[in-house]
Structure formats: C-alpha cells, structure tokens
C-alpha cells in the first residue's frame, strides 16, 4: 500500500469533501479519485458510499481509523530514525502567518542556514487559520503563527511576545493632536484600516479593544487589508489609522505611533503532537529559542 493513497483516504474524511482535500494536498479533483480507485482495489471493498455524500462504508470506517494510527506510527518512525542518523537532513517545511513571516523568521532562517547547510527549506506565507490548515494538512512541518487555537493534534511554544501600535501618517495623526494626547476612543472616529478576519493581528487587536469596552464594529472601516505591509502602505498613503505589530515597526516607516495597545498575544511556532522529538522540528525551535531567548 502506498501511504500516499492512505493519507489521501483520510484527509477525504476528515474534510468530508473530494474537492477540498483535492485542494489541500495540492491534487487535482481527478487525480484523488483515482488515487482512492486504487485503494479500494488494494482492500477489496468500496470505501466510499456511492450516494451523492462523502459518507466511508464500515470498511472506509475500519480503513480510516487504523490508516491514522498507521500514519501515525509512520511519522514516528521516520522521526527515531532521523534522530538515529545525527544531524538533521532532508526538507524542512514552513508555514508563517505574515507578521512572523515578514519580520521574525528571517532571523531564524539565516541561522538554520549556518547551521545545517544540508537541510533544504522551503517557506509558505498566509494567513493564521491558513497555516494552521496546512499544518494539520500536514503541508508542512512548522507553522509559525499569532494564535493558538486549542487542537489536541497539535502542540505550541512560545517564540515572542507582541504590542499593537495604532499608527498614522502625520495629517491622519494631526486630526487628534500630538500622539498620546486623545484617548483610545478619540482614535475610533478615524478611518481605520483593518487586518483581514481570520489574522492574528486582527484577533489581537479586537481582544485588545474588548478590554477598553470597544468592538471592532465601533470602528469606521476605511479598507481591510491582508497583510501588514499592505496595511502600513495604505497607512502611509493617508487612508487611515492602522493596528501592527511592534515587530514591524522595525523598518523605516513614514508613520507616527499615535498609541500603543499592550496585549496577551504570543507568536508560537506549531507542530504536529507526537513530533517534538523530530530534528526538523527541534532544529527549528532551538533556532528560534536562540534568536527570541
């Protein structure tokens, strides 16, 4: 049996959907159903009930819960071997939602670079709830992110903390006065311009809000943007007032902090339970932990 077929088998069910597993293991709609074709072939039964719905007969029910341990076991036993061999080689793959991505994985791939030349990486930027799909997709290895949602499939450690900054180009900035002279509501009444549903940065800063008694409705939508450099773009234009990270404050930017929202907001780095002990995965956190101490 080809575990690649296996994988696709559980993926259909969980998703419940041809057409998104199709999409999240990156197959054509075609190409998966043939895959499933050959694996019924291989065990000797209709796995699927042929009724309109993605509905696994009693054998697909048997398949799909001892496919998942077997993959299980699988991604265990390549990572033992892995640690057997000493230094870590293959491909390490990595997730980042935009703010890591942008402004705290360079670091840290710089030195996995120095580090372990023989590792190839390869690097996937979207969204939080994105990368996390890709993750338990099993897409890639590492999902470096800013939000945590609870998932007994996945663990988290912590990389970083955050702080928003309200920030403004100087005639937006002037409208309040000088920075830090208007209360936090005086700054609802700009256009503001938002992080997409779904961001971390959108999560914390409506978190951040609901702590001052303000909901993101309050706000006067000017634009909703997905990705901080998109968001400081249009900031810098003049369009409005914006929320980013501290982090991204680090570059040269043609705008003014015109407040700062202190937040619980951590960047985590994701993994698959169980693969702690893989040397992709812990090569990856001892990098981090060395440039974030």
Do not use: N
């Not at 049996?1 to 998703?15: A, G, K, N, Y």
């Not at 945590?148 to 100087?170: C, F, G, K, M, N």
């Amino acid at each position: 049996m080809q575990l690649r077929r296996l994988q696709s088998f559980v993926r259909i069910v969980d998703r419940r959907s041809f057409t998104e597993a199709a999409a999240a293991l990156g197959l054509t709609t075609s190409a998966l159903s043939k895959q499933i074709k050959a694996l019924e072939e291989e065990v000797g039964a209709p796995l699927f009930r042929r009724s309109g719905s993605v509905e696994p007969t009693a054998v697909g029910r048997l398949v799909y819960e001892r496919g998942k341990k077997l993959l299980k076991d699988w991604d265990a036993l390549v990572s033992e071997c892995r640690s057997l061999a000493g230094s870590p080689a293959g491909k390490l793959r990595i997730g980042a939602s935009t703010v890591p991505a942008s402004y705290l994985l360079p670091p840290i791939m710089k030195r996995l670079v120095e580090l372990h030349p023989h590792v190839e990486l390869s690097v996937v930027e979207d969204g939080s709830e994105a990368v996390l799909h890709r993750l338990e997709s099993r897409q890639i290895d590492v999902a470096f992110v800013g939000s945590r949602p609870p998932s007994p499939a996945l663990q988290y450690v912590t990389v970083a903390s955050d702080t928003l900054a309200i920030v403004a180009a100087e005639p937006v900035a002037a409208r309040r006065g000088a920075p830090g002279s208007a209360s936090l509501r005086d700054w609802v009444g700009l256009p503001f311009i938002l992080r997409e549903p779904g961001s971390g940065t959108r999560q914390a800063l409506e978190q951040a809000l609901e702590r001052h008694g303000i909901s993101v409705s309050d706000l006067k939508v000017a634009a909703v943007s997905s990705s901080t450099e998109s968001a400081m773009a249009l900031a810098e234009a003049g369009i409005g007032v914006t929320a980013v990270s501290r982090w991204a404050l680090a570059l040269p930017r043609s705008v003014t902090v015109v407040a700062e929202l202190p937040t619980d907001r951590r960047f985590y780095a994701a993994f698959e339970a169980g693969r702690e002990r893989d040397p992709l995965v812990r090569m990856f956190l001892d990098a981090a932990a060395a440039i974030y101490p």
